[in-house]
């Protein structure tokens, strides 16, 4: 696997991560209608990994460090072509999604009463768009969305993506030191989460996949050795713990412990072990590269942008006690409308903003300085 190379078994990561948001969301709608025995058994055991949703967005956080901070090492980079395309592959997909939830909600009345008190459904599912709050979404600009839910994440995509000369830079200057750079931020993230800070919790999450990137071709060397048969399916399993730890724990870690904390800032170092996994086990690198697994990874983010309009409006429609209809429609529904909203708005907003970037950066031509940045560099 050659570092030019774009590496497709992350594109199924991807793709298999965004459904899991997916299957998340619609046990989300369940949740309070289910026995809590059976809540219990199905959140603290490795079932949950089929709608560990949450940890999900880690694993795109990792990602993007990587994916996003790739080009930024090879030569004839320019920072005038990054942002123009960076800044409009986020945001147009965003900005067609809150005008699909925004008529959603206003074709279909949603009253919050019907909705179990304290639930996501009643607590985070806007009822009504007023023009303050369809800006403040589309812009990206609060702390909680309630028009599409999933926005939260897609902030801090972008405070990442703007200051992405800060994570290549920090990465570059300790790219000899990576380990021990990949360990402060794991213990960062961790920390994160014990005092309750967001951007402690998930821009060291960023900086791994960063880490990944300037040190690819040492990392693609290290994975191409020689193991046993049995490491990819351990490490793959300790990633995969790692992720749902906090969960399995809950019988003797309460969710706002210190220890129950720590346990869930794990989850950012299971992320980024699934990631190296899904780089280096023959096995699950051939699944990720199957047909499914890359279609999904194509419209992953058309489907992380439509579902929850999707599935809230069914749940206001039938009611969320009917949650089994709404998952099982609105599941394949979401697939559908994704491949559909892949194909006319993200795709051309792709070539919109390679085109945006081009004409940046040949009106105002700048490189990144000569002297290419070594990967390797040990």
Same mark, same amino acid.
């Given at each position: ?168 830079? !920090? +990465?570059?200057? =300790?790219?000899?030191?990576?380990? *021990? %750079?990949?360990?402060? &931020?794991?213990?960062? $993230? @961790?920390? /994160? #989460? ?43 399993? !300790? +990633?995969?713990? =790692?992720?749902?730890?906090?969960? *399995? %724990?809950?019988?003797? &870690?309460?969710?706002? $412990? @210190?220890? /129950? #904390? ?63 209809? @709404? ?52």
């Amino acid at each position: 696997m050659a570092s030019s190379q774009r590496i497709s078994s992350l594109d199924g990561v991807r793709g298999w991560a965004s459904l899991v948001v997916v299957i998340y969301h619609c046990s989300l709608i369940a949740m309070p209608h289910l026995d809590g025995v059976l809540a219990a058994w199905l959140t603290q055991s490795p079932s949950k990994l089929a709608f560990a949703g949450t940890e999900a967005v880690l694993v795109f956080f990792v990602l993007s460090g990587f994916v996003v901070a790739l080009p930024v090492l090879r030569d004839g980079f320019s920072w005038l072509r990054y942002y123009p395309t960076r800044v409009l592959r986020l945001y147009v997909p965003v900005w067609g999604s809150v005008v699909l939830a925004t008529a959603l909600i206003a074709l279909l009345p949603r009253d919050p009463t019907r909705m179990p008190d304290g639930s996501w459904m009643q607590n985070a599912q806007a009822t009504t768009v007023t023009w303050g709050t369809f800006f403040e979404e589309a812009l990206l600009l609060p702390q909680s969305y309630d028009i599409n839910n999933v926005l939260w994440s897609l902030r801090w995509e972008l405070i990442f993506s703007l200051t992405l000369p800060v994570f290549v830079g !920090l +990465a570059v200057l =300790l790219r000899r030191h990576a380990l *021990l %750079a990949a360990s402060a &931020a794991c213990a960062l $993230t @961790v920390l /994160g #989460r014990i005092v309750d800070v967001e951007a402690l919790v998930y821009l060291p999450v960023f900086l791994l996949g960063t880490l990944m990137a300037v040190r690819l071709d040492d990392l693609l060397a290290w994975l191409q050795r020689p193991r046993s048969r049995a490491f990819w399916p351990w490490l793959t399993a !300790l +990633a995969l713990a =790692l992720m749902i730890a906090s969960w *399995l %724990a809950r019988p003797v &870690a309460a969710p706002g $412990t @210190v220890f /129950g #904390r720590t346990l869930w800032g794990l989850a950012g170092v299971g992320a980024a072990l699934v990631i190296i996994a899904a780089m280096g086990w023959p096995l699950l690198r051939s699944l990720l590269e199957g047909r499914v697994s890359q279609w999904l990874g194509r419209t992953s983010y058309s489907l992380y942008l439509v579902h929850v309009p999707v599935l809230g409006t069914l749940a206001y429609l039938w009611g969320s006690d009917r949650w089994a209809l @709404v998952a099982a429609v609105g599941t394949p529904l979401s697939l559908l409308l994704a491949a559909a909203f892949h194909r006319f708005l993200e795709a051309p907003s792709h070539r919109l903003a390679r085109f945006a970037g081009t004409v940046a950066s040949e009106r105002l031509p700048l490189t990144r300085p000569s002297g290419r940045i070594r990967r390797s560099d040990a």
